[in-house]
């Protein structure tokens, strides 16, 4: 016995309790305290029957994940995994009841799976998100899931890893009974009114598992859009495999063959990578100096100056988290346009069944249009989400001032300009933080809070607690131009259109990175921000670009031309009403004149070149970042470029992607471009220090998380 799993009897039922905070996995300890107490439980002559049920939010949340990295690393065996628990649980003499709240995800629905019965509260969650994580279930779930709720399910649940409510899961069969009030007391009784039934195991019941002719085209759906939609990943087809082979051979032929092929989405550079994110993800809202006891300030209110693409954003976003929120512009044709474009979007959202029209009505009804900043008075937060001037931002800055109630957080949304002279322009400096929303702001998870010189800790710990109630994933970064994300983007797309001057066609540099994963190359990216929001930053800052530095010359050159991207119909590529683009001949005489007038004789470029070169150009500038500590850990510069950027998750972000690849390789191609290029590919420092040493950038992170 261990206090991981605690063990008391009510009457004739054995209860068996996980205690293993904060969401009850099955870490080392854990299945052993399982079995033993369920051993004591048929050593124990009171009890009839048996309930499972976790501890404080959740039942068994899944396999402890940070165990992975040490079976992968070698420092520690697989083993048998659960099975032997699994089987003990499933051929109990004791009939097992698995009592769900909060979640049943991964092993823990496995271990729930293996059990005689299922209870559940109704707002309980049962899933297999594996393949979130690059791999399958593992401990038979793939095998007992087809069982209980048929082949189909079985493969979108462990296919997608979306998990169901309770509420579903009862209607599935995956669930025996829905408990309203006190689990652990209904799932008393319920395991003692079963407790002289016979046991129906999982393990022995085959029809729900189809016929091949049934079959067939499930199978041949799943893999088609695991062709369609899941292009690049191993993990989803291997779920698809597993589930396959329960509809095809006995039980325990099932499970070798998903052992198999779990062992080899576990071993594969995806799953690393997946579960990099994962953790990464976490790390990212841990502030060394920000103590987690900081009081938050709540925000009852919201309210938002601009009433402009992102405006209205982010205004869908705090209406969409149930914050009422004030959006205020100064034209009545600017605040008619952004209530039309709310409208249509939630229009769309109900027409596609991702909410009713009630939540669409709810939602609406927390959106107050206005032409008056005094409206704003009342709002926790205000954020200013005008255009990028400066001049406009200090004055709107030093307006809410003087209107906002005291303890008001002052936020901008600027993607560019300097939060420490935006907040000077106020007398609460330590109230102005920058929250850089993405856009579309109400689709992108990812929120930039660009921490001023003075932006006090209270608002940098309510910062935090907002972006999680809004559903963002926060990155804490430092001031600078363009913070972390688009510091970084800016010479990624510039790098892309030398390539176009050398001798690339648009295509060829935009499928590269598509290939690689990115969800848009970079020009279609361009295309899609409007190419004239570019050409108005450059000019903003063109006062501070260093001499001597090559600067590119096309996409002035299609704003010149008003080949705005898809704003104008036009830009690298020809937009037709749908937005869908087409390569365009005229964009390639305008290359080739650039080339003429640039003097420039066009050259063949390898893919490799052209993802080495936008590759690199990330890793190199992420790295200067790290040395100005302008990111806290080259992690969160992962989950910046994975949540803001498109970067694909299954590689794990830049900088994972760079150690994946080895600091060394990537110096030596980053010299080779500086020989080549010039200045702009002068290597970092750190990067020169760290392949220098052998390390990557994630050793330095760890030092100081
Ligand atoms: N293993 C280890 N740590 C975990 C964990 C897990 N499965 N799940 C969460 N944590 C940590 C997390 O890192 C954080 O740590 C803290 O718990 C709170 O998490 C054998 C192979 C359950 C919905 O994929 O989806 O089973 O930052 O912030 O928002 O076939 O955690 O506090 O130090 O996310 O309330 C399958 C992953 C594993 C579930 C709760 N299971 N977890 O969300 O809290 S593979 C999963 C989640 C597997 C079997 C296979 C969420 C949650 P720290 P949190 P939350």
């Known amino acids: 016995m261990n206090d991981l799993v605690l063990y008391y009897v009510d009457g004739d039922v054995a209860v068996i309790t996980v205690n293993n905070p904060p969401v009850n996995a099955l870490s080392p300890g854990v299945p052993e305290g399982i079995a033993a107490c369920l051993q004591r439980a048929q050593q124990d002559d009171r009890v009839r029957a048996v309930v499972l049920i976790g501890a404080g939010r959740s039942f068994i949340a899944g396999a402890d994940i940070k165990e992975f990295g040490k079976i992968t690393s070698g420092s520690k065996a697989r083993g048998e995994g659960l099975h032997p628990l699994l089987y003990a649980l499933e051929d109990s003499p004791k009939p097992v009841t698995a009592a769900i709240h909060g979640q049943a995800f991964g092993g823990g629905l496995e271990v729930a799976m293996a059990c005689a019965y299922r209870v559940a509260v109704p707002e309980a969650r049962l899933g297999q998100p594996e393949v979130k994580l690059g791999l399958i279930p593992g401990a038979g779930g793939t095998q007992r899931l087809p069982r209980l709720v048929g082949v189909a399910k079985a493969i979108e649940m462990c296919q997608f890893g979306e998990p169901v409510s309770a509420s579903e899961a009862a209607r599935l069969g995956l669930v025996d009974q829905l408990v309203e009030g006190d689990l652990v007391t209904g799932a008393v009784a319920f395991a003692r009114r079963m407790a002289d039934q016979p046991v129906n195991k999982v393990r022995q019941r085959d029809a729900l598992l189809g016929t091949p002719e049934q079959n067939s085209p499930i199978f041949a759906r799943a893999r088609e859009l695991a062709q369609t939609r899941q292009r690049d990943l191993i993990a989803p087809r291997a779920a698809i495999e597993a589930i396959e082979a329960a509809t095809k051979l006995p039980f325990y032929e099932g499970i070798q063959q998903e052992a198999q092929l779990f062992e080899q989405c576990l071993f594969s550079s995806q799953s690393k990578a997946l579960i990099h994110v994962f953790f990464a993800e976490r790390a990212a809202a841990k502030i060394p100096d920000l103590p987690k006891d900081t009081p938050v300030q709540p925000v009852q209110k919201a309210g938002i100056v601009g009433a402009g693409t992102m405006g209205v954003g982010i205004a869908m976003t705090y209406a969409n988290a149930g914050i009422p929120v004030v959006l205020k512009d100064v034209s009545q044709q600017a605040l008619d346009r952004a209530l039309a474009a709310i409208q249509r979007q939630y229009a769309q959202s109900v027409a596609k069944g991702r909410f009713s029209q009630a939540v669409m009505e709810e939602r609406l009804g927390r959106i107050q249009l206005s032409l008056d900043d005094r409206d704003l008075e009342e709002a926790d937060i205000v954020v200013e989400a005008v255009f990028e001037n400066m001049a406009l931002k200090k004055e709107i800055f030093s307006r809410l001032d003087q209107i906002a109630k005291p303890g008001a957080i002052l936020a901008t949304n600027t993607s560019t300009l300097s939060i420490d002279e935006i907040a000077a322009a106020t007398s609460r400096p330590?109230?102005?933080?920058?929250?850089?929303?993405?856009?579309?702001?109400?689709?992108?998870?990812?929120?930039?809070?660009?921490?001023?010189?003075?932006?006090?800790?209270?608002?940098?710990?309510?910062?935090?607690?907002?972006?999680?109630?809004?559903?963002?994933?926060?990155?804490?970064?430092?001031?600078?131009?363009?913070?972390?994300?688009?510091?970084?983007?800016?010479?990624?797309?510039?790098?892309?259109?030398?390539?176009?001057?050398?001798?690339?066609?648009?295509?060829?540099?935009?499928r590269a990175m598509t290939e690689f994963g990115m969800a848009m190359g970079p020009l279609a990216v361009g295309d899609l921000a409007g190419l004239?929001?570019?050409?108005?930053?450059?000019?903003?800052?063109?006062?501070?670009?260093?001499?001597?530095?090559?600067?590119?010359?096309?996409?002035?050159?299609?704003?010149?031309?008003?080949?705005?991207?898809?704003?104008?119909?036009?830009?690298w590529y020809r937009y037709d009403e749908n937005r869908k683009p087409y390569f365009d001949p005229a964009v390639d005489e305008i290359i080739d004149q650039v080339r003429r007038e640039a003097g420039i004789q066009p050259r063949l470029i390898s893919q490799q070149e052209i993802t080495e070169r936008l590759l690199y150009t990330l890793v190199n500038e992420g790295a200067r970042i790290l040395e100005e500590k302008i990111a806290l850990r080259s992690s969160d510069i992962d989950i910046v470029y994975v949540y803001g950027y498109g970067f694909p998750a299954h590689r794990g972000g830049p900088m994972f992607y760079a150690d994946s690849v080895g600091l060394s390789a990537v110096l030596e191609r980053v010299r080779e471009f500086h020989a080549q290029h010039g200045s702009r590919w002068q290597p970092a420092p750190l990067l020169e220090r760290l392949a220098g040493q052998g390390r990557g950038f994630s050793s330095i992170d760890t030092s100081i998380a």
């Open 430 to 510: 330590h109230q102005v933080v920058g929250h850089h929303f993405f856009s579309p702001a109400h689709v992108m998870r990812l929120l930039e809070i660009v921490r001023g010189r003075q932006t006090s800790l209270p608002v940098l710990a309510a910062s935090l607690a907002l972006a999680r109630r809004l559903g963002k994933v926060a990155v804490v970064v430092g001031n600078c131009r363009g913070f972390v994300g688009n510091r970084m983007f800016g010479p990624y797309r510039r790098e892309a259109q030398f390539l176009i001057e050398e001798g690339a066609s648009v295509e060829q540099v935009d």
């Open 532 to 571: 004239d929001v570019g050409w108005r930053i450059r000019r903003e800052f063109q006062h501070l670009d260093p001499p001597g530095v090559r600067k590119p010359l096309l996409e002035d050159r299609l704003v010149e031309k008003g080949r705005l991207g898809q704003k104008s119909g036009a830009g």
